[in-house]
């Protein structure tokens, strides 16, 4: 823990990937069930849902929801029901930009796709990172310098001000 701050662990982050994923995927799978029937009617429907959720889960789901104001910035919906929150390092808001740089591109498309061709080790570097490092960060938290802290502040320490975000990342140190 830095300052007052406590940081998420790894399984508050864990449990949170798991309810995203469940909240983000859930459009591909319906879709991928309709593909799956004899009618080439629910076929395309299904294809267009299927299309749909992938703009749904990485260019709307992620970066709408962590790009909110004030107590709920950085916080995907399952970050939020885990009670975990993502703080830049600069102290700065979380915004649509920087969560679609942080979720898509380097989650997705750095350790998910590239990191396919050397048999996905680096995501699960990734996913595993916080269970050893100090400040319980995972790769891509280092790559754009960002911390998961719990939302809610432990007992004892002053909450943060409304939209203070900049307040945590300095009790943390960072700024």
Not at 20 to 27: H, K, M, S
Not at 107 to 123: N, T
Not at 148 to 163: E, K, N, T, Y
Request: proline content about 6%; glycine content about 12%.
């Amino acid at each position: 823990m830095f300052g007052s701050v406590e940081l998420a662990t790894w399984w508050s982050r864990a449990g949170a990937l798991l309810l995203d994923v469940l909240f983000a995927i859930l459009p591909i799978v319906v879709g991928g069930i309709l593909t799956a029937t004899n009618s080439t009617a629910l076929q395309t429907i299904g294809g267009v849902i299927v299309v749909a959720g992938i703009v749904w889960c990485y260019f709307v789901y992620y970066p709408v929801f962590m790009m909110r104001g004030g107590d709920r910035n950085g916080q995907s919906l399952g970050k939020q029901i885990a009670g975990i929150r993502v703080v830049r390092d600069g102290g700065e808001p979380m915004t649509y930009g920087w969560a679609l740089l942080r979720e898509f591109v380097v989650r997705v498309l750095l350790f998910g796709v590239l990191g396919s061709f050397f048999f996905s080790i680096p995501i699960l570097l990734d996913y595993l990172w916080p269970i050893w490092d100090e400040s319980n960060r995972a790769l891509h938290d280092m790559v754009v310098s960002t911390h998961v802290v719990r939302a809610d502040p432990p007992p004892g320490a002053q909450p943060p001000a409304p939209g203070g975000v900049s307040q945590q990342a300095q009790q943390i140190g960072l700024s």
